[in-house]
Each structure stands twice: as C-alpha cells, then as structure tokens.
C-alpha cells in the first residue's frame, strides 16, 4: 500500500483512560531501553567474574548492545514504513524481552554478547518508536505533554541505570539486570498491541536499500567501537583504532553520497531540509553530549579521588531526576504558550551556570556542594528536553514523523558517547599537565620533605603524602576545567536554538509544520 502524503489524515487520538494507558506503555517501554543503556555499565566487573574473563574481555557486553542499537535507531523511519509503526514497536519489545532472558541465562561471553546484539537491535526501534506514537495518540494541544512524558523517562533512565545495576549485582546477581527486563516488555508488549493497534501507520513496500544498509553499518559501527575502545588502546597510538576512524569517516562520506541520491534510501537524510528540524537536533546532540559527559565524569571523579564508594556516587547523581520528574509536566504546559526557542534556551543556560559553578569545585567539597549542583540541574533538563524534540518532529512531514524521530535519537545517543570519550580523555590528560605544572610550582621541595619527616614521617611517607596531594589537586583542577567546557558548550547549543523559524503563536505546532 503506498502511502500518499496529500491524502493523509491524521489519526483520531485516543482519550480518556485510553490514552493513559497507551501512554504509559510507551513510556514505560522507553524508559526500560534507555535504562538498558547504561545499567550494565556497573556490572561489568560481576559479569567478567561470574564468565570467567578479564574486566576488559568484559566491555563488550556493553560495547555490543551500543553498537547494535546505533546501526539500527537511523532505521527506524524505513521500518515504519515498511511494517508499520505499531508493529515495530510491539515485536521490538517482544525480541527485547526474549534476548533479556537469553542474556540473563548466557553460558560464556560469547554468547552474552551474541544475545546482546539482538537485545540492541530490538530495543534500538523502541525509542523513536515510542517517541513517534506518542505524537500519534495525543491531540495536537497535548503534544507538548506527551514529550514531558517521553523526556522525561529518557533524562532519568541514564540516571538510574548505574544505582539499580548495582543494587542488584551486589545483592541479587547480573543475571538480574537482564532478568528484569522480561515480565516488564511482555506486559508492554501485550496491552500495546491491544491498545494501539487502530493507531497502525500506512505501510510501503519499498527496495531494501541493501548499499546504504552496508555502508550505514560500516560507519557506525566502526565509530561506536571506536568510541567505546579507543581509551584502552590508547586512541591514535593505536594502529586498530587508526583503522576505525579512516573506515568510519570514508564509510561517513560514501553513506551521505549514496543516501542522498539513491532513488528509495534506507535513511531519509532529507528530513533535516527542514530548518526546525535541524536546529532542533543540533541544540539536542550538543547539550545532551555535554550533560551525559558531566554525569559520567563526576562519578569517576568521586570514586578516583574523592574516596566515594560506587553507590554513594550513584547517590549524589541520582539527584538530578528529582526535579526533572517535578517540572516535566509543568515545562509540558508551557510548550505552544511560550516560544519554544525562549523555553530551550533558558534551560540550556541554566545547565551553563551550573557547569560554571562545578568548575570552582575544591577537593574539599563536602556531599551537598557535589550534589545541589544535580538538584539545579534537574530543574533545567524539561525547559531543554521537552520544546527541542516537540519542535523537532513538529517541524517534519507526517510521514516523515518515524525517519526523524530515529535521527534525532541516533545524534542524541552518538554525541553522548562521541562526548563522554573526548571529556574523559582529556580529563586523564589534563590531570597529568596539571601536575607537572604544580610540581614545577613547589617552593622548596626538600624543605618540605625535611618539615614532614620532622613531624615523625619517614622520607617514603612524606614523599607519598607529598604525591597525593599533588594528585588529588590536579585531578581537581582538571576536573574544573572540564566543567568550564561544558559550559562553553552548553552556550553555543543555546544559540544554535535560534536558527530554528519562530514557532506558531496559537497552540503546540501540529506535525507537519516547517
């Protein structure tokens, strides 16, 4: 059946208790996929040791899922057309939840990580997915909701992932971290199907775009392996991690040629011809690359030098949901009464004064100077989440609503690896500078020596002590620093905001707006 974007009606949305329940299906089905993201990460240590290998054997437990749910997310708009929306959705959970069981019993590395890219190129679909059929089922004047509702489970998920993984490796077993997932996409699964299916999208069927398809796998997967890889090997000392950025970036080049003119591309790269669309996405991949990076790194900073233990650091990031959950249906009411772009662009510069504010952090800082800076955090996630992606997929053709949804989650995921690995090594880089700058600084270092093996040191022990705290400060100045830069990030992503045309005063955009 061709789909005819001149004859297109838009779908009656649900209402009532209807929509309560399809929303929170979709919610929730968002929130396990993207927790799946990062509640492994933790685990690593447990699953190498339970399988019998090292812990570096170990990451590609988690290199697998993100490779495999990068190559698939750009996908999305081509399955939408070709099975239908609801379709995809439905049998995304159901191969989700059997390759979550099948990880959870995985006999050897080999096969958890066989079982972990299924589990990714099932759950890769769900987000957009998720995201595509929320617009579907509300009204137009209660889109901005649905993208509180959908953002939301998205900002707290990557939040809550490292808590719950290690909550339950340390009390449960790994096993349980994929066990979980089961009852949770069955149930989805199951009332999705009843409660959407009259909300099926029309379907095409098209050529499989078997080029594109190679060269979009070629591409991502050589930069996500490089990616996650790249620090332990050191990155461009590394002849393998040399070989994946040349392939990647010619595999980049290839893929935009082809795609651009194939005649039925796999990815519908013409989508960001819509200005909304591009600014929108742009804004997204620049601040939420530089958020997922300032959560990543205040945890290893805490663990490596502040002596906090793993679950104490989850507790100290953990409090950047609070306020997220708070103001997400508020923000929501605010989307179509206020201009998007004012709404974005408060939030991200907000997230900017608090990456100004951590990068005058002092090793010193007691639980609450580390922590209120999440709280205040919280608070600016909705204002930036809610109106760019409402925008986004506003700003596109109703039948383009899967194709960009995919792409929006593809740049958004991609920056937040492609940032958490630049962040991290330039952390490691900067504290070792940093430090042969302040042991160049000490004023009479043998004074020193001679002043602590008074007070009944040995010379081994003022030596050491000596070395700590050298450490322990450069770390920090580094880790200050790496914060200033996210601010400076943050900036730019607000000001690429008003590249996007002013969106219409009457109500939340519809779909198919420009």
Not at 146 to 167: E, F, K, Y
Not at 269 to 284: C, K, N
Not at 293 to 321: C, D, H, K, R
Request: glycine share 10%; proline share 5%; net charge neutral.
């Amino acid at each position: 059946m061709a789909f005819n974007a001149a004859s297109y009606k838009e779908p009656i949305p649900l209402t009532g208790a209807a929509l309560i329940l399809a929303g929170f299906l979709l919610a929730v089905g968002n929130f396990m996929v993207v927790l799946d993201m990062t509640i492994a990460n933790v685990s690593v240590p447990n699953i190498a040791g339970g399988l019998a290998v090292s812990p570096n054997q170990g990451t590609w437990v988690i290199t697998s899922y993100s490779v495999a749910e990068a190559i698939v997310v750009p996908l999305t708009g081509w399955l939408s057309q070709r099975f239908g929306t609801v379709r995809v959705f439905v049998l995304g959970m159901v191969g989700f939840g059997l390759f979550s069981l099948l990880c959870g019993f995985a006999p050897s590395l080999g096969w958890l990580v066989a079982f972990r890219v299924m589990q990714g190129v099932c759950g890769g679909p769900i987000m957009p997915m998720s995201q595509t059929l929320l617009m579907r089922i509300f009204p137009p004047n209660q889109r901005g909701q649905a993208m509180g509702l959908w953002s939301m489970t998205t900002v707290v998920a990557p939040i809550a992932g490292p808590i719950l993984g290690g909550a339950i490796c340390d009390n449960i077993g790994w096993s349980w971290i994929f066990f979980i997932n089961v009852p949770v996409a069955a149930i989805c699964g199951f009332f999705a199907w009843r409660s959407l299916a009259s909300q099926e999208t029309p379907t095409q069927r098209k050529p499989v775009d078997l080029v594109g398809l190679a060269l979009l796998i070629t591409f991502v997967g050589s930069l996500q392996i490089m990616l996650d890889k790249g620090k332990d090997l050191d990155w461009f000392e590394s002849p393998f991690i040399i070989g994946l950025a040349l392939t990647s970036a010619l595999g980049f080049v290839s893929f935009l040629i082809w795609e651009l003119t194939a005649e039925n591309p796999i990815v519908n790269l013409r989508v960001f011809r819509h200005r909304g669309f591009t600014a929108s996405v742009i804004t997204i991949s620049l601040t939420f690359g530089a958020f997922f990076s300032s959560i990543v790194l205040v945890p290893l900073w805490l663990q490596t030098n502040m002596g906090y233990t793993a679950t104490w650091a989850g507790y100290v990031t953990a409090w950047g949901g609070v306020l997220a959950v708070v103001m997400s249906p508020i923000v929501a009411g605010f989307v179509g009464k206020i201009d998007s772009r004012i709404l974005v662009s408060f939030g991200v510069l907000w997230l900017a004064g608090v990456g100004l504010i951590r990068s005058g952090l002092a090793s010193n800082a007691s639980y609450w100077v580390v922590a209120l800076p999440f709280v205040a955090q919280g608070l600016a996630m909705p204002f930036f989440f809610i109106p760019t992606n409402q925008l986004a997929l506003s700003s596109v053709l109703p039948e383009e609503t899967a194709a960009a949804a995919g792409l929006s989650n593809f740049m958004r995921t991609t920056s937040a690896a492609f940032a958490t690995s630049l962040v991290t090594t330039n952390w490691e880089n900067a504290a070792v500078r940093d430090r042969v700058n302040i042991v160049g600084a000490i004023n009479d270092p043998t004074g020193l020596i001679n002043k602590l093996t008074g007070a009944g040191r040995s010379s081994a022990q003022a030596l050491a002590q000596i070395d700590a705290v050298t450490q322990g400060q450069a770390v920090m100045l580094a880790t200050d620093q790496m914060f200033l830069i996210t601010s400076v990030v943050f900036v730019v992503a607000a000001a690429v905001m008003w590249l996007a045309p002013k969106p219409a005063k009457a109500g939340p955009p519809v779909m198919g707006g420009h």
